[in-house]
């Protein structure tokens, strides 16, 4: 069998999508390892669930360094001295420079919770209802210069009902976007 590819999530908050993916990774014929989850949030309760599961976690605080461009270079340093190979975004709420993205170029995802190219940016579920949209959903992407703008890997759709409001939204689409996730990387993964 061949080597899985060394991978890093990057998170903000909650990091259920990185649990996912990282429950996902323990199967042996998955073909990433999570070998490293970096926070720039101290305390982000994703920190604890990655540590829980033996996964190496890292804060790098962004508002300790007075430059994007500098909070970056450190994001790049730890990623190259863990040898990560790829890059994952889940929840990760910090817009990334387009030399940052340059480095990693096609090995970097995100997933957004709006069926893009609808609604990128924040406040998704809101303006999905607000629109009157019949369906809703979550996209994985490959990370480009633009924000939410990079090609399409995988989409998960719900329909709206008459009684959703954002929280309850967002709370249907989470575990699609769980199962989504592990599936569009070892897509990606198995077909690069
Ligand atoms: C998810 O809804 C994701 O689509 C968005 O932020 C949320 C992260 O949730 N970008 P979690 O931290 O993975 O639980």
Known sequence: ?????????????????????????????????????????????????????????????????????????????????????????????????????????????NIHPSLLPKYKGLNTHARAIAAGDSEHGASVHWVSEGVDEGKIIAQARLKITHSDTAETLAARLLPLEQALFPKALKQVLTTA
């Not at 490293?36 to 033996?54: D, E, F, Q, T």
């Not at 994952?88 to 096609?106: H, I, N, P, Q, Y």
Request: charged fraction near 20%; include cysteine; aromatic fraction near 8%.
């Open 1 to 109: 069998m061949s080597a899985k590819t060394r991978t890093a999530i990057l998170i903000s908050g909650r990091g259920s999508n990185m649990v996912a993916i990282a429950k996902a990774a323990m199967a042996d014929d998955y073909p990433a390892q999570i070998a490293l989850v970096i926070s720039n949030r101290p305390g982000a309760l994703g920190l604890y669930a990655a540590s829980k599961m033996g996964i190496t976690a890292i804060t790098v605080d962004h508002t300790a360094y007075k430059k994007r461009q500098d909070f970056e270079a450190e994001l790049h340093a730890i990623l190259t001295a863990h040898s990560i190979d790829f890059v994952v975004c889940a929840g990760f709420m910090r817009v990334l420079t387009a030399d940052f993205v340059a480095k990693w170029e096609s090995r970097m995802i």
